[in-house]
């Protein structure tokens, strides 16, 4: 896999989660609630973090985007456990785009 897609992928992933996690805070109910908000963050900035590993050639980014992966994958099932809403499909598929990503880079 390319690295720079990667870095790509993990840096689109950073924006839709943030995007995703105030959307939630508006919409309120079960989208608001602290633990969705939470692995929104989470995700938003482990995949931050892989990034800029990446973008160091740091020698330790494979242990990153393996979490990476891990976090993207539990956000994009918690994502769609939310219903069928526009802004939590793009954020799942999303978030699966970057975790296929990041496991082919902590190969």
């Not at 950073?14 to 939470?38: F, M, P």
């Not at 973008?55 to 993207?72: D, G, M, P």
């Amino acid at each position: 896999m390319d690295m720079r897609q990667c870095i790509q992928n993990c840096l689109e992933c950073h924006s839709v989660c943030l995007e995703t996690a105030a959307s939630c805070l508006q919409q309120g109910g079960k989208h608001a609630e602290a633990s969705h908000i939470g692995l929104l963050l989470d995700c938003a900035e482990i995949c931050q973090t892989s990034a800029n590993f990446m973008l160091r050639n740091s020698n330790l980014h494979k242990s990153t985007c393996r979490v990476c992966a891990e976090i993207c994958e539990a956000c994009a099932k918690d994502c769609e456990s939310m219903g069928d809403d526009q802004q939590m499909k793009r954020c799942a598929d999303m978030c699966r785009r970057c975790a296929e990503s990041c496991r082919q880079m902590a190969a």
